[in-house]
């Protein structure tokens, strides 16, 4: 009898969405390599820092 519940119905509805789950994680790959980068960046100001002190 639960089969005949409108409930029921919204279940296959899920089907369909679990295609589009693939999509939206293929974009955060990309993402992935510039984590690293972002680390590197802030190295790179600070010993520029270092010298300015010193030529003033």
Known sequence: MDEQHPGREPS???AP???EAPDPPVRPEP???AAPSAPEEPEAP???RL???PLG
């Open 17 to 19: 969405d679990e295609p």
């Open 12 to 14: 296959p509805a899920r």
């Open 31 to 33: 993402e992935a390599p």
């Open 51 to 53: 010298p300015d002190p």
């Open 46 to 48: 600070a010993k520029p």
